[in-house]
């Protein structure tokens, strides 16, 4: 993710199959505070829906995301798709 024309952030994730499994995110320290977390979390996750995998999350960041919003449990393995 880029903020003013600067990396602020990136998610790390693995494909398997049709699964995209979060594995890392961070937001560069410079970028605190901004909410630019949130806006990844949202981004990189609506990109896997649109695309038609589903999510699983091993990242803390993107698992804490997706405990708030409850609007994508459809399509989270272990939520509204069993494991």
Do not use: S, W
Not at 13 to 42: C, M, P, Q, S
Request: proline share 4%; aromatic share 10%.
């Amino acid at each position: 993710m880029f903020y003013d024309g600067e990396l602020a952030g990136f998610t790390e994730y693995v494909e398997r199959g049709n699964d995209t499994d979060f594995v890392h995110t961070e937001i560069d320290d410079a970028f605190a505070g901004k909410g630019l977390g949130g806006v990844l979390a949202k981004q990189a996750i609506e990109d896997v829906i649109a695309r038609g995998r589903t999510v699983t999350a091993h990242c803390p960041f993107i698992r804490a995301y997706l405990d708030k919003h409850p609007e994508y449990d459809a399509h989270v393995v272990g939520k509204g798709i069993p494991r």
